[in-house]
Nanobody, 119 residues
Framework: EVQLVESGGGLVQAGGSLRLSCAAS????????IGWFRQAPGKEREGVSC????????YYADSVKGRFTISRDNAKNTVYLQMNSLKPEDTAVYYC????????????WGQGTQVIVSS
């Protein structure tokens, strides 16, 4: 069964950093792009970042560009989201998901990890 497990969330002050991890199993990991999404209170779920199956291509939402870095270690079946210079508006539940060709065609989701950025 496809399984994606996010971890690394927590409470951090504005300007701080967190590194989220997405551990995958149950599928051929390096055949799939993986995206990070988030849903903030009262907001629609939005795409944050995506990385192609072998990591050659990355995508970032304008709101996080320059602050967040997505990476993957296919040997560990894990995708990371390094989040620096965090802002209160980054507060959300962050999810990773299989995302075919980084086009938003999401088929499998993790359970999410909470990120809270205080001012």
């Amino acid at each position: 069964e496809v399984q994606l497990v996010e971890s690394g969330g927590g409470l951090v002050q504005a300007g701080g950093s967190l590194r989220l991890s997405c551990a995958a199993s149950g599928f051929t990991f390096d055949a799939y792009a993986i995206g990070w999404f988030r849903q903030a209170p009262g907001k629609e779920r939005e795409g944050v970042s995506c990385i192609s199956n072998r990591g050659a291509s990355t995508y970032y939402a304008d709101s996080v560009k320059g602050r967040f870095t997505i990476s993957r270690d296919n040997a560990k079946n894990t995708v990371y989201l390094q989040m620096n210079s965090l802002k209160p508006e980054d507060t959300a539940v962050y999810y990773c998901a299989t995302d075919r060709y980084c086009l938003g065609y999401v088929s499998s989701w993790g359970q999410g990890t909470q990120v809270i950025v205080s001012s």
